[in-house]
């Protein structure tokens, strides 16, 4: 079982960036796709972006696309989410998770990182 810890998150202004980490344990990390999720108060946890096991393909919901970049080091068993112009409506938890096929989540969750946008 992956075990996945996730970071960076914090409290930013309207407009501003963050960049999100997430690392995994295990071997096989290189071996499969990864995802980025998020959960506002009051709603349902949402998808938000998924990389594949090599990295040459991505994928994003369409609130976050051209805003947010999902990337990943193999070498460092790392996945990251760099947020740019992010606003109120980003405020959520957001969580790693992997294995993903397609945007479903087959494999573990991270604990969660909270990312607050103030207006």
């Known amino acids: 079982q992956v075990q996945l810890a996730e970071s960076g998150g914090g409290l930013v202004q309207a407009g501003g960036s963050l960049r999100l980490s997430c690392a995994a344990s295990?071997?096989?990390?290189?071996?499969?796709?990864m995802g980025w999720f998020r959960q506002a108060p009051g709603k349902e946890r949402e998808f938000v972006a998924i990389?594949?096991?090599?990295?040459?393909?991505?994928y994003y919901a369409s609130s976050v696309k051209g805003r947010f970049t999902i990337s990943r080091d193999n070498a460092k068993n790392t996945v990251y989410l760099q947020m740019n112009s992010l606003n109120p409506q980003d405020t959520a938890v957001y969580y790693c998770?992997?294995?993903?096929?397609?945007?479903?989540?087959?494999?573990?969750w991270g604990q969660g990182t909270q990312v607050s946008v103030s207006s």
């Open positions: 990389i594949s096991a090599s990295g040459g393909n991505t």
């Open positions: 295990g071997r096989t990390f290189s071996s499969y796709a």
């Open positions: 998770a992997g294995p993903v096929v397609g945007t479903t989540v087959v494999g573990s």
